[in-house]
């Protein structure tokens, strides 16, 4: 399963952006969501995740800004990000835990990362 994450770019203290991470393959499917960053010199955090029920949990760092989203239909998911901080800087990757069908055999679990989006705060 591969994921494609978008919508990374440069903005201001206080502005907003909105990422997308889409999955694609053959039958799968997708149980939990998850957005992670890393910064530089620093270790990669989680920052928000999305199971197929809808339950979110989000960093504390992010509460009250971020909100995780997802459409299962789509296999989609996204991260709105408003009032970003200069700390908020940060490769962003998406990633996505779930089960697949391979014909003939069985199910098998997988755990896919995406491929990383640049998010800039400028202060």
């Known amino acids: 399963v591969q994921l494609q994450a978008s919508g990374g770019g440069l903005v201001q203290a206080g502005g907003s952006l909105r990422l997308s991470c889409v999955a694609s393959?053959?039958?799968?499917?997708?149980?939990?969501m998850g957005w992670y960053r890393q910064a530089p010199g620093q270790k990669r955090e989680v920052v928000a995740y999305?199971?197929?029920?809808?339950?979110?949990n989000y960093a504390d760092s992010v509460k009250g800004r971020f909100t995780i989203s997802r459409e299962n239909a789509k296999n989609t998911m996204y991260l709105q990000m408003d009032s970003l901080k200069p700390e908020d800087t940060a490769v962003y990757f998406c990633?996505?835990?779930?089960?697949?069908?391979?014909?003939?055999?069985?199910?098998?679990?997988?755990?896919?990362w995406g491929q990383g989006t640049l998010v800039t705060v400028s202060s």
């Open positions: 393959g053959r039958n799968f499917d997708i149980n939990t």
């Open positions: 999305i199971d197929s029920s809808g339950q979110k």
């Open positions: 990633r996505a835990l779930g089960t697949r069908v391979l014909v003939g055999i069985g199910t098998s679990d997988f755990a896919s």
